[in-house]
């Protein structure tokens, strides 16, 4: 990996879970090529793993003598390992503002989030439902949640929302909106000249002609003004089905109308290599597909692969930002 020409930003996430070590793991995989970026957070989670492991008594040390760029971004506690806690989550909130801070600032170019804990920021009084929809009230904009794996892309209508409310939010300019997204940034990020994105139903049987559901009405209309634009957009695709191996090779991106819709299939076939993308940002923002696993958090036994390539695809996409 050549040296980074901008600046990636990086957020410890929640100190009680495997934030700390997926970064620490992740970022000695790196070797020299980390000089331009900069971790936020607090030190005490990366000395106590220091304590039992020599990778982060490594990773430590080079922090210490500069080679990591770092900012303290957060108190120096003895943060609780495995467990929903505010102070945690007070750390992983004020990390992602000190990330946000620099890119405002054009301090950092990029920025990658480790895993935090909902519950534990929603402890401190911060009204958060997750790092997509926080990054985009800040930056007034509106944004698509996308996972990859490899050739493997799936996009979100809706995210983190009750499954009673998404029929509601199946609305034809909604999911134009979405295609259109997802078709720019397929072009500019993925090098694909021509994407064909597949389009979900909502319904089983993607609602048999409106007799398990009519909100296919809305799908079919934004499909078809995407095709008027130009766009190679297919469906509604009946969603039992749309991930079939021939479906794979046939689409370059899946658009789903709700969270695990989507995401059980990613996950189920690319947890440990996927990334999450967050489309429509003036920035790259990428983070690893899982959470914050509490249940191994400090046992030194979690891979940092999804860490590593969040960070790669980070600085990928960072070079093609002008």
């Not at 979100?156 to 295609?179: D, G």
């Amino acid at each position: 990996m050549k040296n980074i020409s901008k600046t990636i930003a990086i957020t410890m996430g929640d100190p009680g879970g495997i934030g700390p070590e997926i970064i620490s793991k992740g970022l000695l995989n790196f070797g020299s090529s980390v000089n331009n970026i900069i971790l936020f957070g607090a030190l005490s989670p990366f000395r106590r793993l220091a304590k039992k492991f020599i990778w982060a008594k490594e990773f430590l040390s080079r922090i210490n003598i500069g080679a990591i760029k770092f900012v303290c971004s957060a108190e120096e506690l003895d943060y609780p390992i495995g467990i929903i806690d505010k102070n945690c989550g007070e750390a992983a909130y004020s990390s992602i503002i000190s990330a946000v801070d620099y890119i405002k600032k054009g301090k950092a170019d990029a920025l990658v989030t480790p895993p935090v804990s909902k519950k534990s920021i929603i402890k401190t009084g911060h009204d958060f439902i997750g790092h997509t929809d926080l990054l985009a009230g800040f930056f007034k904009c509106e944004t698509t949640m996308m996972l990859f794996s490899g050739s493997f892309r799936v996009a979100l209508v809706t995210t983190h929302i009750p499954l009673k409310n998404v029929p509601k939010l199946i609305e034809n300019e909604r999911i134009l909106r979405h295609i259109k997204r997802l078709n720019e940034h397929l072009i500019r990020f993925f090098d694909i000249s021509k994407p064909k994105i597949a389009v979900l139903g909502l319904n089983p049987h993607s609602g048999e002609d409106g007799e398990l559901g009519d909100e296919e009405s809305e799908i079919i209309l934004a499909i078809k003004f995407a095709q008027e634009m130009g766009i190679e957009a297919e469906g509604p695709l009946v969603p039992d089905t749309a991930f079939l191996p021939l479906m794979k090779q046939k689409f370059d991106a899946f658009l789903a109308m709700y969270h695990d819709q989507g995401l059980i299939p990613l996950k189920t076939l690319g947890f440990e290599h996927g990334v999450n993308f967050t489309l429509g940002l003036p920035f790259p923002r990428t983070s690893p597909d899982h959470g914050t696993a509490f249940d191994i958090a400090g046992k030194g036994i979690a891979s940092p692969i999804s860490f590593i390539e969040s960070l790669k695809a980070a600085i990928r996409f960072v070079r093609i930002e002008k």
